[in-house]
């Protein structure tokens, strides 16, 4: 079972870390994406880590702001949002898709899904 937590308020400008922890599925070596979902829009794709621990964008206004890294001790992937805008909002979801898939920008291609984690960039 995948868990996105971190979720928060915070200011323009400002960071937050998500963190996306699995109960009952090794996350070393597996292509984690990480998608978000704002009010009244369709979920899109943020980035994906890829099985050799690339970083592949799907969205381009993320890029130099977020990063993706792998902790296997505690088989938790992170998010780590930098320069947040209002934009940003949204609730945050992490995914991993089918044995044998790699990283894709479509949710459809995804089967295994964590609960989101409220994100809110506001002063």
């Known amino acids: 079972q995948l868990q996105a937590s971190g979720g928060g308020l915070v200011q323009p400008g400002g960071s937050l870390t998500l963190s996306c922890a699995a109960s009952?599925?090794?996350?070393?070596?597996?292509?984690v994406a990480w998608f978000r979902q704002a009010p009244g829009k369709e979920r899109e794709g943020v980035l994906c880590?890829?099985?050799?621990?690339?970083?592949?964008p799907f969205a381009y206004r993320v890029m130099r702001r977020f990063a993706v890294s792998r902790d296997t001790r505690n088989n938790t992937v992170y998010l780590r949002m930098t320069s947040l805008t209002p934009e940003d909002t949204a609730i945050y979801f992490c995914?991993?898709?089918?044995?044998?898939?790699?990283?894709?920008?479509?949710?459809?291609?995804?089967?295994?899904w964590g609960r989101g984690t409220q994100v809110t960039v506001s002063s």
């Open positions: 995914a991993i898709p089918p044995p044998g898939v790699g990283c894709r920008s479509a949710p459809s291609a995804y089967n295994h």
């Open positions: 009952d599925l090794p996350l070393r070596n597996q292509p």
């Open positions: 880590f890829g099985s050799r621990d690339e970083t592949i």
